[in-house]
């Protein structure tokens, strides 16, 4: 972690591994239901979760690793000219676009025959 860290960065960071420690878990086990049943609902369940899962990742990550970039660690996303905010939306747009994503893909599984 960047020495920079603030202590909402940390409780973020603590918030965002919770996350995805449970919807990783939520995924597996989506998944072994599916693999004993053959019911195909499962595997759309679990294909849900594990978007939403991932977006939550890929967007705390994206956000440290832009933002480790302005602290001097040269990360060559957008050419190194970003400011907070920029970050900030970029991150969130990702996630909320996963998220949106995974849930139309469990709604799917909710439905499906």
């Given at each position: 972690?960047?020495?920079?860290?603030t202590p909402g960065t940390i409780v973020?960071?603590?918030?965002?591994?919770?996350?995805?420690?449970?919807?990783?878990?939520?995924?597996?086990?989506?998944?072994?239901?599916y693999r004993r049943s053959g019911a195909q609902p499962l595997w759309y369940l679990a294909v849900?979760?594990?978007v939403v899962t991932a977006g939550t990742f890929?967007?705390?990550?994206?956000d440290q690793a832009i933002r480790f970039s302005l602290f001097g660690v040269n990360v060559p996303l957008f050419g190194g000219n970003v400011d907070n905010q920029t970050v900030a939306d970029f991150a969130l747009a990702i996630e909320s676009a996963l998220t949106a994503t995974g849930f139309a893909v469990i709604v799917y599984s909710l439905y499906s025959e």
């Open positions: 972690m960047s020495p920079h860290a973020l960071v603590a918030l965002k591994t919770i996350t995805l420690i449970l919807g990783g878990m939520i995924t597996y086990f989506s998944y072994k239901a849900g979760f594990g890929l967007a705390g990550a994206i």
